[in-house]
């Protein structure tokens, strides 16, 4: 009797759990759209168990758009019908519509669909099939939803992939197939997650023409040593949990900035680095100097950087903020240098009788305790004419992307003997 009871029980509960899967949602048929050419607003379907499906009759004014913005409305769910109606849409961007769920129908027809932007949604669980009916995306962009984790297989049908953008989402892990078979695809953002660390098989497929990879503020404790093999740009910048990095991979900029990191090794050809902000950052090793133009170590615990003797395509350097070092590093190798910072206080002067030997250098920032100066000559000449009143306006377009800090004084060779005052500029 109690056996009996407890297979009906059992009986029961798998009923129940098979029509809950396949629970129908109610269709409720769109009479109006409130659209200013491609963009649509004001759609108001926030109950979970409806969706709202649109007649050809109400999408008929959108047949010569090429991309369809729905934003600012209420849409638990993608509605329905929308590329049988519209097959012609390229891009179709669904912003801030408190989209919580997606039915793979939904893309039933989107033969031309390459750009799917779901940003600042609340997707927090795909279904593994969501994407199976848009294969011809080339870009994805999920970024600002609450996507704790994802089906392995859930791109598998994306073989035309080519950027992806998962940044500022709750995930804490990443299969290591999740980007499989994805062979086009060349750019990943995974900022702003909560990933701990990412699988050495993870861009398997990706390896020769990955261009872009960023996991910029989460969790990562590691990096596989051989997870890229060739990379344009890398940023892995803000993971305080990153002690030591060591990558074997061609790497074009390295971003690792603001880590906990205190031992640094880059076995590849790198040509950017920027390392600044590693407060505890005592061992750096560059196998390749020969190739680096630019080196950012700001704010490091460095003390020896003899590497840099070998550095002869060195364009820009920052030192800023290094206490440990005690003399500028030898580099007059690098006669290319443009830009060259550090900080005074610390350094004997054995080294700075090469600054005149460094030609181009037409960027100088020496800090000291009481604040700093900024050099800069070779400016343009149609720009710089005797008479002209620099101005900070004009001086910070001329430095592009140097942020000037406050309070600083500016020379210019020119004007050395010239009356005026030298001009103080700088952000507020
Ligand atoms: C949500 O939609 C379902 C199906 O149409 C309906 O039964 C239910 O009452 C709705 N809930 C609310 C809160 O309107
Ligand atoms: C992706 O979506 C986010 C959030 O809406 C937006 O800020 C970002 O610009 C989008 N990126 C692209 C390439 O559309
Ligand atoms: C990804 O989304 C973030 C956040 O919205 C945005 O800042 C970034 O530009 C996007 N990146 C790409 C490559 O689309
Ligand atoms: C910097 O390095 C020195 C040794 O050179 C060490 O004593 C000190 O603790 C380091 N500082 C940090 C913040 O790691
Ligand atoms: C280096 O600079 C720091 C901070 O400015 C100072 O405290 C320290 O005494 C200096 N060390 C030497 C050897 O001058
Ligand atoms: C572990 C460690 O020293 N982390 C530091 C890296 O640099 C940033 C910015 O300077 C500091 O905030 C971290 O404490």
Redesign the pocket.
Same mark, same amino acid.
């Given at each position: 009797m109690l056996m009996l009871n407890y297979l009906n029980y059992i009986l029961i509960a798998l009923i129940s759990r098979v029509v809950c899967e396949s629970q129908k949602l109610e269709e409720v048929t769109v009479k109006t759209l409130d659209c200013r050419e491609n963009t649509c607003t004001n759609l108001d379907y926030p109950n979970i168990s409806e969706v709202a499906f649109l007649s050809a009759e109400v999408t008929k004014n959108l047949k010569g758009y090429e991309s369809l913005i729905l934003h600012s409305s209420s849409l638990a769910n993608l509605p329905r019908n929308i590329f049988v109606n519209l097959p012609q849409l390229v891009e179709f =961007?669904v /912003? #801030?519509c408190q989209l919580q769920s997606i039915e793979k129908e939904c893309f039933d027809g989107g033969k031309n669909l390459k750009?799917l +932007? /779901? $940003? $600042?949604n609340n997707l927090k669980i795909l279904d593994r099939n969501t994407f199976k009916l848009a294969t011809e995306l080339e #870009?994805l +962009? /999920? @970024? =600002?939803n609450q996507l704790e984790d994802l089906s392995t297989t859930i791109f598998l049908p994306l073989k035309k992939l080519l950027?992806i953008?998962l @940044? +500022?989402n709750q995930l804490m892990q990443i299969s290591q197939n999740t980007f499989s078979q994805l062979r086009s695809l060349k750019s990943i953002n995974l900022n702003s997650n909560q990933l701990r660390e990412l699988a050495a098989e993870l861009f398997r497929d990706q390896r020769k023409h990955l261009s872009e990879f960023s996991a910029r503020n989460n969790q990562l404790e590691r990096i596989p040593s051989n997870i890229f093999s060739e990379v344009e740009l890398l940023t892995l910048s803000f993971n305080p949990q990153l002690r030591s990095l060591h990558l074997t991979a061609k790497i074009d900029e390295l971003q690792a900035t603001n880590c906990g990191l205190e031992t640094v090794k880059l076995d590849g050809r790198v040509l950017g680095v920027q390392l600044e902000d590693n407060l505890s950052l005592n061992e750096l090793k560059i196998s390749q100097p020969e190739d680096l133009e630019q080196l950012y170590l700001a704010n490091t615990n460095l003390s020896r950087l003899d590497f840099l003797s070998k550095a002869s395509k060195l364009v820009d350097l920052d030192l800023t903020g290094i206490e440990n070092l005690l003399d500028l590093p030898k580099i007059s190798s690098a006669r290319g240098l443009e830009r060259l910072s550090f900080t005074y206080d610390n350094l004997t002067s054995d080294h700075m009788d090469m600054l005149p030997q460094l030609k181009d250098l037409n960027y100088l920032e020496i800090s000291h305790d009481k604040g700093r100066e900024i050099y800069i000559k070779d400016l343009d000449e149609d720009f710089f004419v005797e008479e002209a009143e620099l101005n900070c306006g004009q001086l910070a377009d001329l430095l592009e992307f140097v942020e000037l800090p406050k309070d600083t004084t500016i020379l210019e060779d020119r004007l050395v003997g010239d009356p005026r005052m030298p001009l103080r500029c700088g952000t507020t």
């Open positions: =961007d /912003l #801030e750009r +932007n /779901l $940003g $600042g #870009e +962009n /999920l @970024s =600002d950027k953008n @940044s +500022n």
